[in-house]
């Protein structure tokens, strides 16, 4: 019995520190999208746009990583592959719907982030992290 008990701590922190890499990962890719240094716009400048478009960033990786655990085969290996493998992707097609927001709307969509103001259009950015998400989710499950 508690051999069982190790070993489902053991499945949980892989899957626990499988999503924590994921969305450190999806946290740095938004901070490559978008222009300055995101921790000094979250913490210091206090840039809610940047607050909104890093949670959705994270909401949806988490989305993903809930869904791929949920999907996962019994083999604990192949479940933390697969896992990581889905999550890399959903924050790939995240970078790119951003980038593809930015081609077809005027002016620089990295700009957004500025602490001064509050951009509408990360809620459009929200809404498409969180969508993919769920697509994603949906297409696992």
Do not use: C
Not at 19 to 25: C, P
Not at 47 to 69: K, M, P, Q, W, Y
Not at 73 to 96: C, H, Q, R, Y
Not at 102 to 117: E, H, R, S, Y
């Amino acid at each position: 019995m508690l051999a069982e008990l190790f070993l489902e701590i053991g499945i949980v922190l892989s899957y626990a520190v499988s999503g924590l890499v994921l969305m450190l990962i999806g946290y740095f890719v938004v901070d490559l999208l978008t222009p300055g240094k995101l921790h000094v716009l979250l913490w210091q400048q206090k840039s809610r746009t940047a607050a909104v478009l890093v949670a959705s960033d994270l909401a949806g990786v988490a989305i993903i990583v809930i869904a791929a655990i949920r999907a996962s085969s019994d083999d604990l290996l192949l479940g933390v592959i697969s896992t990581l493998v889905f999550g890399i992707v959903g924050i790939i097609l995240m970078a790119l719907s951003f980038l593809l927001i930015d081609a077809f709307t005027p002016g620089k969509l990295g700009d957004i982030v500025k602490p001064d103001q509050f951009h509408p259009e990360v809620w459009v950015n929200a809404t498409a992290h969180l969508g993919i998400a769920g697509i994603m989710a949906a297409a696992l499950l």
